[in-house]
C-alpha cells in the first residue's frame, strides 16, 4: 500500500487502510509500538491482557509477608441481607 505523510494539525500522521489493519490483527483504538529499525518504521500492535494490567504481575508485587485485615462496613442501612 502507498500512503503519504499529511500534516494534521500540530502533528503529522499516515492513512492506513482498513484492510492493512485486518491483516496486522490491529483495530481502531488499539495500542501500537512505533520503532525504526533499519530505517524503517515498525508499527507492532500491543497485546495487553484485560485491560491494562496482568494479574500475575500485580499479584508478583503483593510483599510476601502481607496479611489482609477485615473492614468493617458498619450497621446495615437499608434491606440488606447480611
Known amino acids: 500500500m502507498i500512503t503519504k505523510v499529511q500534516k494534521w494539525g500540530n502533528s ?4 492506513l487502510s482498513k484492510e492493512l489493519l485486518s491483516d496486522a490483527h490491529i483495530d ?3 495500542a501500537v509500538d512505533v520503532a525504526v529499525r533499519s530505517g524503517s518504521l515498525v508499527v507492532t500492535p500491543v497485546r495487553r491482557i484485560r485491560g491494562r494490567l496482568d ?3 500485580l499479584v ?6 502481607y496479611e489482609s485485615l477485615e473492614l468493617g462496613w458498619g450497621s ?3 434491606r440488606e441481607v447480611w
Not at 12 to 15: A, C, P, T, V, Y
Request: glycine share 22%.
Open 60 to 65: 508478583s508485587r503483593i510483599p510476601a509477608d
Open 28 to 30: 481502531v483504538g488499539d
Open 55 to 57: 494479574l500475575g504481575e
Open 12 to 15: 503529522q500522521g499516515l492513512r
Open 76 to 78: 446495615p442501612v437499608g
